[in-house]
């Protein structure tokens, strides 16, 4: 499983654009791109999944250049209620019956500043 | 519809203790995994379920056990509790992929909070 590093924390004021970078430098061929949000004491929620260039949802952003040694995901005009863990992971793709699993690193602590 | 549901929200058990945590998944999704996260860390892998059956295991000791029913529900099991078995348990369902090419989606329960004194 590929190995990714991310910042330990960010801060950000209230109405900014958050662009979140993740390195991953041994990423596989069919391995996917995945960022889930995690609030305190909840579940991650899965944000964006992208294999190559860019992938745009009613959420967020996701960067991918062509050598997908790195990915960015982007938080357009965040508000307070985006303060939370942000998590990258590596995902391969499986074939066969439900065969996959998620290794989480410590995340990008993100607070959003008033 | 109802997504995941993870019971009991909170626990407290002592060491040696065993202890039992249940999850139903997602409307619609017949794959349960199971994670451990310690407070300040990242979820970690401890297993997979998929027609009854653990499909994958993480680094985590024989202690650790599961069980998916017929229903798709699933339990998590851990005997002789520790000290450091102390964190927040999280389920999480998927639909079982059976063409290569798609990883889809997991979604997580809201957890159970194990506390071992």
């Known amino acids: 499983l590929a190995k990714t590093t991310q910042p330990i924390s960010m801060d950000s004021y209230e109405g900014q654009e958050v662009n979140i970078t993740c390195s991953h430098n041994?990423?596989?061929?069919?391995?996917?791109i995945t960022w889930y949000q995690q609030f305190p004491s909840q579940g991650p929620r899965f944000i964006i999944q992208?294999?190559?260039t860019k992938v745009t949802n009613e959420v967020a952003s996701l960067f991918i250049p062509a050598d997908r040694k790195s990915s960015t995901l982007s938080l357009p005009r965040v508000s307070l209620s985006d303060t939370a863990v942000y998590y990258c992971?590596?995902?391969?793709?499986?074939?066969?019956?439900?065969?996959?699993?998620?290794?989480f690193g410590k995340g990008t602590k993100l607070s959003v500043i008033p | 519809d109802a997504g995941v549901t993870q019971s009991p929200t909170h626990l407290i058990k002592t060491r040696g203790q065993q202890v039992t945590l249940r999850c139903s998944p997602k409307?619609?999704?017949?794959?349960v995994s199971w994670y451990q996260q310690a407070l300040g860390q990242g979820p970690q892998f401890i297993f997979q379920?998929?027609?009854?059956?653990?499909?994958q295991r993480g680094n985590f000791p024989d202690r650790f056990s599961g069980h998916q029913f017929p229903n798709y529900s699933s339990e998590l099991n851990v005997n002789a509790l520790l000290l450091g078995d102390s964190a927040l348990y999280l389920c999480?369902?998927?639909?079982?992929?059976?063409?290569?090419?798609?990883?889809?989606?997991?979604?997580f329960g809201e957890g159970s909070r194990l506390t071992v004194l």
């Open positions: 992971l590596v995902v391969a793709s499986y074939s066969g019956a439900g065969s996959y699993q998620l290794t």
């Open positions: 041994n990423i596989a061929t069919n391995d996917y």
């Open positions: 992208g294999y190559k």
């Open positions: 379920y998929y027609e009854e059956e653990e499909r």
């Open positions: 409307s619609g999704h017949d794959t």
């Open positions: 999480a369902s998927s639909l079982g992929v059976k063409l290569a090419g798609h990883t889809g989606e997991l979604f």
